[in-house]
């Protein structure tokens, strides 16, 4: 099943939930992973990319928990996995934006955890170091370019990360598993 979705609009995310639920039944799982990471310098004043990632990265996972909550917590189960990023962890230069929205996504998952803690339902928040992705294509500030052309950074791959989750997500039901940060190694897989 393909949908195209905007993470931005909570009616194209509620439209998804629906012809999930209606083609595939209930939601048990859902992995909120949709983000955009468009690092700048503030001074640089590059408001518009700022409020895409607030849009993507925050209120794309509240439009998702949103869509699914009330039917997990009518069955009195689900999980929800939260993507966050290191940078929910720890701010980095040119990525205030970007780290900002991180931890709110991170705050969010430790809020809805508690929130449904005797729900049944399970929250999780993954916390990736750098992954090899599309993402750092989409910067466009010339000066953050500059700077990551000068850094040897290491990269996680994407099945690094699936691999995170679906530890989460298969544990018994008594077991809850808040929080995971993966980091690369020095040492290829």
Not at 57 to 67: D, E, Q, S, T
Not at 130 to 138: G, I, N
Not at 149 to 172: N, S
Request: charged residues 25%; aromatic residues 4%.
């Amino acid at each position: 099943m393909q949908v195209k979705t905007d993470v931005t609009r909570r009616e194209d995310v509620e439209q998804l939930v629906q012809r999930a639920e209606a083609e595939c039944g209930a939601v048990d799982i859902l992995v909120n992973n949709a983000g955009v990471m468009l690092l700048s310098f503030l001074k640089n004043d590059h408001i518009e990319e700022w409020e895409r990632m607030v849009d993507v990265n925050i209120k794309g996972v509240l439009y998702g928990v949103h869509a699914v909550l009330p039917g997990m917590l009518k069955r009195g189960e689900g999980h929800i996995v939260n993507v966050s990023s290191v940078a929910g962890h720890e701010v980095f230069p040119s990525a205030s934006v970007y780290c900002a929205t991180k931890y709110a996504v991170r705050a969010l998952s430790m809020g809805i955890e508690k929130e449904l803690a005797k729900s049944g339902v399970r929250v999780t928040n993954i916390s990736p170091g750098a992954v090899a992705t599309e993402l750092t294509q989409h910067i466009t500030d010339q000066e953050v370019k500059e700077m990551f052309a000068q850094q040897e950074l290491k990269f996680l791959e994407p099945e690094d990360i699936a691999r995170a989750v679906a530890y989460a997500v298969t544990q018994p039901e008594n077991v809850n598993v808040n929080e995971v940060i993966v980091r690369p190694t020095n040492k290829q897989g």
